[in-house]
């Protein structure tokens, strides 16, 4: 990078209010968008083609899954390289020129970075592995097992059974949180940091303008390698041993956090660079606040808050916002409904006897109306269900492993739908990595562009209302007080004020007349008038004042 380009960038993040801030990210899961080259495998050359239909919905930026070097055991989250482009999707060049296209048409580009674990398969873990003290030999994860030959403790891998497994070149066990061709990195160690952080320079000389950063609590560990404490099973569903400790020292070590200084420090560099934090976990919020306080660390994080939610409810949705309503010094928050790792919100919060495109717009405009960064997962412009995989095409370990089980996360990665027009939506002329979802043709992206009322036109309309309002980017956030199934969210910033109601119900609800005097109606789905009286089931009314 020349050293005007990084002056340039520079400045740009120096602004009070910097692009990512309340911006809309597009969550591409590439193996799924669109292939290009006939393999039933998607590919940055097919995400480049669509780079006009993602620009014209009117999102700000795009998050781009793994498309790095890797024998794509957990597709992708097991890197073998962290600066190639795996052949299946592409090349360096295909990578450059989609950027390239990307930043001509206005949109910025987030890349996931994956520094808990590598594959097996990695150059590192192949050094690593071969003796205990070459230069790799700490680079990694590893324990001589205790007196009777079991693993050193008692951690749980998150996809099921010990997160230990012999390695028979060194006499000892190493690490994995997930799965065993995913060995854990000793973060700890600064040369592995070191090592990580080159590679993010290499994609921020490249050009990009993010880092999605995946699983990130899982990074760095206990050093001492105690034992997780047990937690009861009565009253949780079991589907795995992990299901059954607290997992306060195979995960989560205060440390994290020097760590991720380090990061901001890297991307600091580059001017107005967004950092976003996966964090798992049933009790994710201490990390969350910690990984972004400040100006010093990351700029944002998201929780499965959502993601996992089995019912939407006023309740849930004010818990969660409620959380960061305070200064932007306490943390900035991204909100995602629907990924590639949790079945889509139509399906988990629609009843099947509901008009589930219907619900699809109350979703999409609730997210949109939301506090923070909204991640808007591929597919959810369109209403798109989850998909039934049947166990013989199924492809993702982890609900192969534990089926039936789990529900797995192939259901959310079927092929997205452009046509009706061949065996396969669109998406390919051959049969793909997983099928089509059932009914998905009939929500194609080429169907819904001609209906004016479809959940794709509705979306972008919602989106064109989030650009034109500072309130819904930037402002504070309050819940009137309301009986629910009615949800009321208000938005606030000097000289605007929005008002969105949402029926979170099935029946016919009143709204109170002082909710929405003054305000003139900006969208609505399903709710007639400027002053609507009443809201049908599923109905959304967003309405604004200013002055």
């Given at each position: 990078?020349?050293?005007s380009v990084?002056?340039?960038?520079?400045?740009?993040?120096?602004a009070?209010h910097?692009?990512?801030r309340?911006?809309v990210?597009?969550?591409?899961?590439?193996?799924s968008?669109?292939?290009?080259?006939?393999?039933?495998?998607?590919?940055?050359?097919?995400?480049?083609?669509k780079l006009?239909?993602i620009?014209?919905?009117g999102?700000?930026?795009i998050?781009?899954s793994?498309f790095?070097?890797?024998?794509m055991?957990?597709?992708?989250?097991?890197v073998a390289?962290?600066?190639?482009?795996?052949?299946?999707?592409?090349?360096l060049?295909?990578?450059?020129?989609?950027?390239?296209?990307?930043h001509?048409?206005?949109?910025k580009?987030?890349?996931?970075?994956?520094?808990?674990h590598?594959?097996?398969?990695?150059?590192?873990?192949e050094?690593s592995?071969?003796?205990?003290?070459?230069?790799y030999?700490?680079?990694?994860?590893?324990?001589?097992p205790?007196?009777?030959?079991t693993?050193?403790?008692?951690?749980?891998?998150?996809?099921?059974?010990?997160?230990?497994?012999?390695d028979?070149?060194?006499?000892?066990?190493?690490?994995?949180?997930?799965?065993?061709?995913?060995?854990?990195l000793?973060?700890?160690?600064?040369?592995?940091?070191?090592?990580?952080?080159?590679?993010?320079?290499f994609?921020l000389?490249?050009?990009?303008?993010g880092?999605?950063?995946?699983?990130?609590?899982?990074?760095?560990f206990d050093p001492e390698?105690?034992?997780?404490?047990?937690?009861?099973?009565?009253?949780?569903?079991?589907?795995?041993?992990?299901?059954?400790q607290?997992h306060?020292?195979?995960?989560?070590h205060?440390?994290?956090?020097?760590?991720?200084?380090r990061?901001?420090?890297?991307?600091?560099?580059?001017g107005?660079?967004f950092?976003?934090?996966?964090?798992?976990?049933?009790?994710?919020?201490g990390?969350?606040?910690a990984?972004?306080?400040?100006?010093?660390?990351?700029?944002?994080?998201?929780?499965?808050?959502f993601?996992?939610?089995?019912?939407?409810t006023?309740?849930?949705?004010?818990?969660?916002?409620?959380?960061?309503?305070?200064?932007?010094?306490?943390?900035?928050p991204s909100?995602?409904?629907?990924?590639?790792?949790?079945?889509?919100?139509v399906?988990?919060w629609?009843?099947?006897d509901?008009?589930?495109?219907?619900?699809?717009?109350l979703t999409?405009?609730?997210l949109?109306?939301?506090?923070g960064n909204?991640?808007?997962?591929?597919?959810?412009?369109?209403g798109?269900?989850?998909?039934?995989?049947?166990?013989e095409?199924?492809?993702?370990?982890?609900?192969?492993?534990?089926?039936?089980?789990?529900?797995?996360?192939?259901?959310?990665r079927?092929?997205m739908?452009?046509?009706?027009?061949?065996?396969y939506?669109?998406?390919?002329?051959?049969?793909p990595w997983?099928p089509?979802?059932q009914?998905h043709?009939?929500?194609?992206?080429?169907?819904?562009e001609?209906?004016a009322?479809?959940?794709?036109?509705?979306?972008?309309r919602?989106?064109?209302?989030?650009e034109?309002?500072?309130?819904l980017?930037?402002?504070?956030v309050?819940?009137?007080?309301?009986?629910g199934?009615?949800?009321?969210?208000?938005?606030?910033i000097?000289?605007?004020?929005?008002?969105?109601?949402f029926?979170l119900?099935?029946?016919?609800?009143?709204?109170?007349?002082?909710?929405?005097s003054?305000?003139?109606?900006?969208?609505?789905?399903?709710?007639?008038g400027?002053?609507?009286?009443q809201?049908?089931?599923?109905?959304?009314?967003?309405?604004?004042?200013?002055?």
């Amino acid at each position: 990078m020349d050293g005007s380009v990084r002056d340039e960038m520079r400045a740009a993040g120096s602004a009070a209010h910097p692009w990512w801030r309340g911006a809309v990210v597009y969550q591409i899961y590439p193996r799924s968008y669109l292939d290009t080259n006939g393999d039933g495998i998607g590919d940055l050359p097919g995400i480049t083609q669509k780079l006009g239909y993602i620009a014209s919905l009117g999102v700000s930026a795009i998050w781009i899954s793994p498309f790095f070097t890797s024998p794509m055991h957990d597709f992708g989250y097991d890197v073998a390289d962290y600066c190639d482009v795996d052949p299946i999707f592409g090349t360096l060049k295909d990578f450059d020129a989609l950027l390239k296209e990307a930043h001509r048409l206005g949109l910025k580009v987030i890349i996931d970075q994956v520094y808990a674990h590598t594959s097996d398969e990695h150059a590192w873990f192949e050094a690593s592995r071969q003796s205990r003290d070459n230069p790799y030999a700490d680079w990694y994860v590893w324990r001589d097992p205790r007196p009777d030959g079991t693993p050193p403790n008692n951690w749980q891998s998150v996809f099921g059974g010990p997160a230990w497994t012999w390695d028979a070149r060194r006499q000892q066990y190493f690490m994995h949180n997930f799965l065993s061709t995913q060995p854990q990195l000793n973060v700890h160690n600064p040369a592995v940091q070191d090592a990580l952080l080159a590679a993010g320079r290499f994609w921020l000389d490249r050009g990009v303008d993010g880092f999605r950063l995946d699983a990130i609590n899982f990074s760095m560990f206990d050093p001492e390698f105690r034992d997780n404490p047990a937690l009861p099973a009565e009253g949780r569903a079991i589907t795995r041993p992990f299901d059954l400790q607290r997992h306060v020292y195979n995960q989560s070590h205060p440390d994290i956090v020097k760590f991720l200084e380090r990061v901001r420090k890297l991307t600091d560099e580059y001017g107005a660079v967004f950092t976003v934090a996966e964090i798992g976990g049933p009790d994710p919020l201490g990390e969350m606040r910690a990984f972004t306080a400040g100006d010093t660390r990351l700029n944002s994080a998201y929780s499965f808050d959502f993601l996992y939610a089995r019912e939407l409810t006023p309740a849930r949705v004010k818990a969660s916002q409620m959380n960061w309503a305070g200064p932007v010094s306490e943390g900035w928050p991204s909100w995602a409904f629907s990924n590639h790792d949790a079945p889509r919100c139509v399906s988990r919060w629609c009843p099947l006897d509901m008009d589930r495109q219907h619900y699809a717009k109350l979703t999409n405009a609730l997210l949109l109306t939301l506090r923070g960064n909204p991640i808007l997962y591929q597919g959810e412009e369109l209403g798109l269900p989850q998909a039934d995989v049947a166990f013989e095409d199924l492809q993702d370990p982890e609900a192969i492993a534990n089926w039936p089980r789990t529900l797995g996360r192939d259901g959310a990665r079927t092929p997205m739908p452009w046509a009706k027009g061949n065996s396969y939506a669109g998406f390919s002329e051959e049969k793909p990595w997983l099928p089509v979802g059932q009914g998905h043709s009939e929500l194609a992206a080429a169907l819904q562009e001609s209906s004016a009322d479809s959940v794709l036109n509705f979306t972008r309309r919602m989106l064109a209302v989030r650009e034109g309002s500072a309130a819904l980017r930037l402002g504070d956030v309050q819940f009137p007080d309301i009986p629910g199934p009615l949800l009321a969210i208000r938005r606030d910033i000097a000289g605007e004020s929005i008002i969105a109601l949402f029926n979170l119900g099935h029946d016919v609800v009143s709204v109170p007349p002082e909710l929405v005097s003054g305000y003139t109606v900006l969208i609505t789905s399903g709710a007639g008038g400027e002053t609507p009286a009443q809201l049908s089931g599923h109905a959304v009314w967003i309405g604004q004042r200013k002055g």
